[in-house]
């Protein structure tokens, strides 16, 4: 797996939930914006602070996380 630098997790900040550099913006937030969508320019352009590779990288964790998921069908 590709290091996930941007992608940091702090018990103080925002409940422990997965963040970017440490702000309180979270992994969901972003892929809440996209899943609902919103495209990552519209992402950027409503957190200025944020950088295309902070955006690209919460996905790529989003991805991470799911693939390690087992579903369960009837």
């Known amino acids: ?4 630098d941007r992608i940091t997790i702090n018990p ?3 409940l422990g939930q997965p963040t970017i550099r440490g702000m309180r913006i ?3 937030v972003i892929l809440k914006m996209l899943a609902g969508g919103k ?3 519209d ?3 409503a957190y ?9 990288q919460a996905i790529k964790y ?3 996380v799911v693939s390690d998921q087992m579903v369960l069908t009837a």
């Open 26 to 28: 979270t992994v969901s």
């Open 48 to 56: 200025p602070e944020l950088e295309l590779e902070d955006v690209q």
């Open 1 to 4: 797996m590709e290091r996930l």
């Open 43 to 45: 992402v950027l352009d």
């Open 62 to 64: 989003a991805a991470w």
């Open 12 to 14: 103080n900040i925002c």
């Open 39 to 41: 495209f990552i320019q």
